[in-house]
Nanobody
């Protein structure tokens, strides 16, 4: 059973930055695609960014150019650097992993999830 722990969330002003981390309980990320998702109150969980097993990164349109995903296999950690944050980025952010090949963006493609970390962007 893969266990994931997110950290790095917090309160930031609009225009600010945060870096989220997702750490796995075992040597995981080189064998899985990793996705970051977010869920705002009253809204469905949505895809934010992903990194494939072959290190291809991909993004939702509304974060492209502002967010950067990266992976450090030695630390069993995937990062999400979030710059130029907007109030609409406020949500609980989750990381998840899957063995589905390619660049999966659907939440139901991911069987393993972390507990989430809150990101709040004030205007």
């Amino acid at each position: 059973q893969v266990q994931l722990v997110e950290s790095g969330g917090g309160l930031v002003q609009a225009g600010g930055s945060l870096r989220l981390s997702c750490t796995a309980s075992e040597r995981t990320f080189s064998n899985y695609a990793t996705g970051w998702f977010r869920q705002a109150p009253g809204k469905e969980r949505e895809f934010v960014s992903g990194i494939s097993r072959s290190l291809e990164s991909y993004y939702a349109d509304d974060v492209k150019g502002r967010f950067t995903i990266s992976r450090d296999n030695a630390k069993n950690t995937v990062y999400l650097q979030m710059n130029s944050l907007k109030p609409e980025d406020t949500a609980v952010y989750y990381c998840a992993v899957t063995r589905v090949p390619g660049r999966p963006v659907l939440a139901n493609s991911y069987p393993y999830w972390g507990q989430g970390t809150q990101v709040t962007v004030s205007s």
